[in-house]
């Protein structure tokens, strides 16, 4: 071989990692054939009856809400509407979410801009875990939804909510800056609902 | 403006190095027997006239008695390009020789076609699963090959 | 007493920030020196050409658009062209020209993210890359006008274009035309002498000549390192051979030639633009073509000069109207084939430079 070295091996066993990656990807498909259900209630007629929002979740809503953290884990085309979202023209820092932070750990936020396979599901799991409670998920674009265009697929899977519990849906195929604002803007009101009186009682 | 050779003309000269290697020769491309695979695109790569040293693409197709191996050659010298065929017969395990030596280009392109049609390439270093996961069963664009989900 | 040290292995997990979409390295590290890298990559593999052998050749462009999603238009021509050299379509002039404009437009666009990211990960935080997304706003308003998107156009039919453009397009782009050469003078001015960046990405990650053409590499990675292909010049399509513009290449073959590369390249198409509104011609822009396109049984191979590369499309048609094979060569793929030769040898910091001056785009390598 005149050029480069092509045939050396690894210090580590590719073929063991390789297969306990396979394995986790196999199980969890096994167990997401179901859709997750939404995880708050929105428009649950008796909570709303039974629940007097104080000022103290007032206050803590608005903290919450007004600066929402995102977690960097974008696959695909949704993620340069995403950053032309965070970009000049559609400035999202003016609601205080320019920060895309690459460690979960310090991440509330996930939007998920981008097709997701069966192979990166465990990933995005895994991820979603870390994230600390309280934390909430736009599902942005038709691939996020439903599988969108590659619906059918033999390695997509059909929407986000086959592994984690999705708060928002945002449509369009990407959709634009002002679409994704608005679903920001909802989940803003959404958060704006919760109760830690609630919270303690699910628990 | 490249000039796409004719399979013809290349068939003459192989026909004295290489004698029974050659299948079909058409205007567009040329079909060579798949044990005749690798000394043939040696000769293509290191004869000076041809010095095809650059390879664009490699591609399988499945009809269904056969896996067609389409290798398609540029030369940056002369600016002209060829297109080369070979066949592997067999749906259990069709073996193609690897040009990985020549080209190393065709790396990931060899375990491309691996990994989605099954033909599996000899002397290939790092012959693996290169889209899809390690317990991922059958390959997915062949023609037989219907998804559950 | 010497030290004694052991190889360590990390992940360069498929979510970093740096990594320009879901892309995997295992990197073996003697302290902070690279030993050994093996690429992983998959996690966006959709069936793309599975998909398309289910679809009829018009409802194939949307998919294509979804190949390389920084650069639709060229995604686009690319695939057209394939089908019309199957098929034996002309295709008007009027039609040439738009996707010629189109297509420059595209690379301009392209070049900007590519730039830009790769200053941000050299360590530019923000600021190069937020300017180069105010003129990419200003591209994809002008793309805006002629067909509707901002990202995956699917304008370009087979025969033509989708539709013509309005009467305020012509205007805005030339505006456009005479105001970009100052901006990315602008850029010059403020990065080619820029110390911090010459001493990070002159002299890293040098990718020989031979080795270049060895491992298929095309596009700005093949001229950076000396050798003087472009598709555009070499196998003219479209109406390329009107034009007059130069093919800028590199000496070394290190990020920093990359980079200079592609800045001049914008420069070029800048100038092909303007030479495309002067010489626009009238008439129509889509040939009439069957609903349900049947073209006679037989292979193409169409490719066209991408901004990352060569981009090319293997059609098979069995004269039914939906392709019997369609396969993508794919620029991003090849380009990453000396990924481990590059890389071996720098550090990590530099790890992450490299990788992002090849700029690739998952959804081309993994389709």
Redesign the interface.
């Known amino acids: 071989?005149e050029?480069?070295n092509?045939?050396?091996k690894?210090?580590?066993s590719?073929?063991e990692?390789?297969?306990a990656?396979?394995?986790a990807?196999?199980s969890l498909k096994a167990h997401s054939q179901q859709p997750i259900p939404d995880p708050d209630r929105w428009l649950d007629e008796e909570l709303r009856h039974n629940v007097l929002l104080t000022s103290v979740d007032a206050m803590l809503n608005w903290a919450r809400r007004s600066s929402l953290w995102t977690v960097?884990?974008f696959?695909?085309?949704c993620?340069?509407?995403l950053?032309?979202t965070a970009?000049?023209?559609y400035d999202i820092s003016r609601f205080g979410m320019e920060i895309?932070r690459?460690s979960p750990r310090q991440a509330d936020l996930m939007i998920t801009a981008?097709?997701l396979?069966?192979?990166?599901a465990p990933?995005i799991r895994r991820?979603y875990d870390q994230m600390a409670e309280p934390k909430w998920v736009i599902a942005m674009g038709a691939c996020a939804i439903s599988g969108g265009?590659?619906s059918?697929?033999?390695?997509?899977v059909?929407g986000y909510n086959r592994i984690i519990p999705v708060d928002v849906y945002v449509p369009g195929?990407?959709p634009?800056p002002e679409a994704l604002l608005y679903g920001i803007k909802m989940l803003h009101d959404k958060i704006s609902k919760r109760s830690i009186v609630e919270k303690s009682k699910q628990k | 403006m490249t000039v796409t050779l004719s399979g013809k003309e290349i068939a003459g000269q192989l026909e004295e190095q290489f004698p029974e290697s050659i299948v079909e020769s058409c205007p567009d491309s040329l079909l060579v027997k798949s044990e005749f695979l690798l000394p043939v695109a040696t000769f293509l790569k290191t004869t000076p006239g041809l010095d095809f040293g650059y390879l664009t693409s490699i591609t399988a197709v499945d009809y269904y008695d056969y896996f067609e191996v389409v290798y398609q050659l540029t030369s940056m010298k002369h600016n002209h390009s060829l297109v080369l065929k070979t066949r592997c017969y067999g749906r259990d395990n069709p073996t193609v020789t690897s040009v990985?030596?020549l080209w190393?280009g065709a790396?990931f392109q060899e375990r491309e076609i691996y990994d989605l049609m099954g033909i599996s390439f000899n002397g290939h270093?790092?012959l693996?699963?290169i889209?899809?996961?390690?317990?991922?069963q059958g390959h997915?664009l062949r023609k037989d090959?219907h998804?559950g989900? | 007493m010497a030290l004694k040290t052991e190889?360590f292995?990390i992940n360069f997990?498929?979510?970093?920030?740096s990594t320009h979409?879901?892309f995997r390295m295992?990197i073996?590290l003697d302290g902070e020196v690279v030993?050994?890298v093996?690429p992983v990559f998959?996690?966006?593999?959709?069936?793309?050409e599975?998909?398309a052998e289910g679809r009829t050749y018009t409802q194939n462009i949307?998919?294509t658009d979804?190949l390389d999603?920084?650069s639709s238009m060229t995604n686009n021509q690319a695939y057209v062209m394939a089908v019309e050299k199957l098929a034996g379509i002309p295709v008007p002039e009027r039609a040439e020209y738009l996707r010629v404009i189109m297509a420059e437009l595209q690379r301009i666009c392209n070049h900007l993210?590519a730039v830009g990211s790769f200053l941000n990960d050299c360590g530019a935080f923000m600021t190069p890359f937020?300017y180069m997304?105010?003129e990419?706003?200003k591209i994809?308003d002008l793309f805006e006008m002629a067909c509707g998107q901002?990202?995956?156009y699917n304008y370009m039919r087979v025969g033509g274009v989708s539709q013509d453009i309005p009467e305020e397009f012509l205007p805005a782009l030339d505006k456009f035309g005479r105001e970009m050469p100052g901006f990315i003078d602008e850029y010059d001015q403020l990065l080619a002498e820029n110390e911090i960046l010459l001493a990070r990405a002159k002299g890293v990650g040098i990718l020989p000549k031979?080795?270049a053409i060895?491992i298929s590499a095309s596009g700005p990675v093949l001229r950076g390192s000396g050798i003087k292909w472009d598709i555009r010049k070499a196998d003219p399509y479209s109406v390329y051979d009107r034009f007059e513009f130069d093919i800028p290449t590199g000496s070394v073959g290190d990020c920093y030639d990359r980079y200079q590369v592609r800045i001049q390249e914008m420069r070029q198409s800048v100038r092909i633009i303007k030479q495309a509104m002067e010489q626009l011609p009238e008439g129509e822009v889509l040939t009439e073509v069957p609903r349900r396109l049947r073209p006679p049984a037989g292979e193409a191979y169409g490719h066209i000069e991408a901004p990352k590369g060569e981009l090319g499309f293997y059609l098979v048609s069995d004269n039914s109207d939906t392709p019997y094979r369609f396969h993508v060569r794919a620029p991003s793929l090849l380009n990453l084939t000396?990924l481990?030769?590059m890389i071996v040898g720098w550090k990590v910091a530099d790890a992450i430079i490299i990788f992002g001056s090849i700029d690739i785009c998952?959804?081309e390598v993994d389709r």
């Open positions: 071989m050029i480069g092509i045939g050396e690894y210090v580590y590719e073929t990692l390789d297969r990656e396979g394995e990807i196999e960097l884990a696959p695909a085309c993620a340069f509407e950053i032309a970009a000049s023209r895309l690459a981008g097709t396979t069966w192979k990166m990933q991820i265009i590659f059918g697929s033999y390695s997509v059909p195929c990407p634009r | 990985i030596g190393r790396e270093p790092h693996k699963h889209f899809l996961w390690e317990s991922f997915p090959y998804s989900a | 190889l292995v997990g498929p979510q970093h920030p979409g879901v295992r073996t030993v050994d093996e998959g996690y966006l593999h959709r069936g793309i599975k998909l949307p998919l979804r999603y920084v993210i937020l997304f105010r990419r706003e994809i901002r990202l995956t031979e080795l060895n000396a481990q030769d998952l959804g």
